[in-house]
């Protein structure tokens, strides 16, 4: 299954915290932001107002492959 | 016994260090001596408070709780004598504190117009948060500000005054923004934002004194007769790294704290790392200061790790911002000046990079379309600067061929002879290089 989640590159924030404030579900994006970890909260809706909002493009939605079939990981 | 640490100031800079320290010495005592009572917040960050955009209590980055993490004290004082001999500093309570290594990141303060009355209540600069709060008390009040200076502080008391529904005027001493930055029609799009925001710019304009009645501001006169009201007096025309500490003991200073490429400074036992600290680098073999929150972590970084022996040199890079300005949001990267002084920047501003102003030795190419421009210096082989206003598509792939030195040869001819198709060039030289990672 292919879904998306929220990367972040750390050189470009400066911890302002627009994007946590803005966060509908109240997770710290800044947490994991300033520290370059993509945003690893089960609750995250991925609904891009943190990545919409931050005034760096510190932020980026990126594609991820969560779940891999067996039948995938057997064949590689 | 354990190692002592001792860090002035408790800024970007000072906050990476102990982090980079404690990563190396677990038993080590690191303490970190700020003036500001506040814990740690973002600086930048201040901008978007005075534009309502963020609360202040979402400013406050690093919880006490960090600091409790990696085990590091936090005291607030002033530190008002550095004993480089005795290996001890003197705060301003009487208190010393011995040390065995000592990191100076106290970062820089604004720097003020020589002119008449800028000690009335009413003129502010943007250094820290007790600043911010001033100018949001003061605006509560007043119904008209200037703003004198340059760079992006200077827009973003501008725009946070105006969007505090302060009418605001900028003044230009010469005719344009931040000319030895940007180039006419970067400026140009600037100032048309910035007007159409309601701020009211006005060029040819050199504050001559600032008015008062009762100890409070009421007008600035402007050098050729001009005479506008202003209950508040906003000031960025540049700010000097803090190195009075530095300078009394003895330690090698010019326009900032001198340190060599492991940001030692001419002390073995002491270290200076961010806005403070005029960095060698052994690439261009020259000193520079940069003042941004990035590079402040970078040295910060670097200075911890070696304050704990290390030996690490600092990794310079090509420093970039990613910025708002009149509401356009800019990526500056590496040389894109022209070389020559700016009219309302008398040193470097916050946010700001000496490198910046350099003039590379390069063909520039443009492409724009509606409110957006990119702006690119093409070097031999690789690109030496890049400036992207408003849509931010070729940010983060510029960011990368610029810093990564990425030879260009096999795209350069056609980015000189076709700059209308510089977005996909660059675009498909970025998807090239990551296809290569």
């Known amino acids: ?76 | 016994m354990p190692r002592r640490y001792v860090l002035v100031g408790n800024g970007p800079a000072s906050v990476s260090a102990a982090i980079a320290i404690r990563q190396r010495d677990s038993t080590g005592d690191i303490l970190i001596v700020g003036d500001e009572k506040p814990g740690f917040y973002s600086r930048p960050g201040l901008a978007y408070l005075l534009t309502g955009t963020v609360p202040e209590g979402h400013l406050f980055s690093r919880p006490d709780s960090e600091y409790r993490r990696y085990g590091l004290r936090r005291q607030v004082g002033r530190v008002t004598r550095l004993d480089p001999k005795g290996h001890r500093v003197e705060l301003a309570s009487g208190q010393t504190i011995d040390y065995d290594r000592l990191l100076l990141a106290p970062g820089a303060r604004a720097l003020r117009p020589n002119v008449p009355g800028m000690d009335l209540d009413g003129v502010v600069t943007l250094d820290n948060l007790d600043d911010a709060r001033r100018i949001l008390k003061l605006a509560r009040r007043a119904k008209t500000a200037v703003v004198v200076g340059g760079g992006i502080t200077a827009l973003e008391l501008a725009e946070g005054l105006a969007a505090q529904g302060v009418a605001t005027h900028y003044l230009l001493r010469k005719d344009r923004y931040w000319s030895n930055v940007l180039d006419a029609a970067e400026s140009s799009l600037v100032e048309s934002r910035l007007e159409a925001e309601g701020i009211r710019l006005h060029r040819q304009a050199d504050l001559a004194a600032v008015v008062g009645k009762g100890g409070r501001v009421r007008a600035v006169e402007l050098k050729d007769g001009r005479r506008l009201d202003a209950g508040i007096v906003a000031v960025a025309i540049g700010i000097q790294p803090r190195i009075e500490l530095a300078q009394a003991a003895g330690l090698t200073c010019d326009r900032g704290v001198w340190t060599d490429e492991y940001m030692r400074t001419s002390d073995p036992d002491v270290y200076a790392a961010g806005d403070v600290a005029e960095v060698y680098d052994p690439a261009s073999g020259r000193r520079v200061l940069d003042s941004l929150w990035s590079i402040a972590i970078d040295q910060g970084r670097t200075a911890g790790a070696n304050m704990a022996g290390a030996g690490e040199p600092y990794p310079r890079g090509i420093p970039f911002n990613v910025t708002r300005i009149g509401g356009l949001t800019t990526t500056l990267i590496g040389a894109v000046g022209n070389g020559r002084e700016d009219g309302d920047l008398v040193a470097l501003a916050r946010g700001d990079s000496e490198s910046w102003r350099q003039q590379a030795d390069a063909f520039t190419v443009e492409a724009e379309a509606d409110v957006s421009r990119v702006r690119l210096l093409v070097g031999e082989r690789t690109l030496l600067g890049a400036v992207v206003m408003g849509d931010q598509k070729l940010s983060r792939p510029l960011q990368d061929l610029i810093c990564e030195q990425v030879d260009i040869l096999p795209l350069r001819q056609r980015l000189l002879s076709s700059p209308k198709d510089l977005p996909d060039l660059v675009t498909s030289a970025w998807r090239d290089t990551r296809a290569r990672r």
């Open chain 1, 1 to 76: 299954m292919v879904t998306a989640h929220v990367v972040a590159e750390p050189a470009r924030c400066v911890e302002c915290g627009i994007c946590s404030f803005n966060c509908p579900l109240g997770i710290d994006v800044r947490s994991h932001a300033r520290q370059g970890l993509p945003i690893a909260d089960s609750h995250c809706l991925t609904c891009g107002e943190c990545v919409a909002r931050c005034p760096r493009g510190t932020l980026r939605m990126e594609s991820s492959q969560v779940f891999t079939s067996p039948t995938a990981e057997q064949n590689g």
